[in-house]
Nanobody
Framework: QVQLVESGGGLVQPGGSLRLSCAASGFTFSNYVMGWCRQAPGKERELVAAITSGGGTINYADSVKGRFAISRDNAKNMVYLQMNSLKPEDTAVYYC????????????????WGQGTQVTVSS
């Protein structure tokens, strides 16, 4: 079965960095768009970043442009989210996602979701 397992979340001070990792299995990883979404308490879930199957096209939420970077390794079935210059408003549960369509992925709509990892930015 499809599994998306996130790791790398935690508590970090404002201005700090974290790197999230997602290990994928149970599907042909190189055929899927991958993404990261997040949900903060009391807020709707939002797309943070998405990357096409070959890695050639990337989309970021305006709120993270210039600070976050998504990447993937199709040989290892892994996707990453490097988060720099973290702000308190980045505090959320971050989810790894997989989908077939780039059009729907850019809207934050994916077929598969991980269980999420908590990121807390606080001094």
């Amino acid at each position: 079965q499809v599994q998306l397992v996130e790791s790398g979340g935690g508590l970090v001070q404002p201005g700090g960095s974290l790197r999230l990792s997602c290990a994928a299995s149970g599907f042909t990883f190189s055929n899927y768009v991958m993404g990261w979404c997040r949900q903060a308490p009391g807020k709707e879930r939002e797309l943070v970043a998405a990357i096409t199957s070959g890695g050639g096209t990337i989309n970021y939420a305006d709120s993270v442009k210039g600070r976050f970077a998504i990447s993937r390794d199709n040989a290892k079935n892994m996707v990453y989210l490097q988060m720099n210059s973290l702000k308190p408003e980045d505090t959320a549960v971050y989810y790894c996602n997989a989908g077939k369509s780039w059009i729907t992925a850019r809207k934050g709509q994916f077929e598969y979701w991980g269980q999420g990892t908590q990121v807390t930015v606080s001094s």
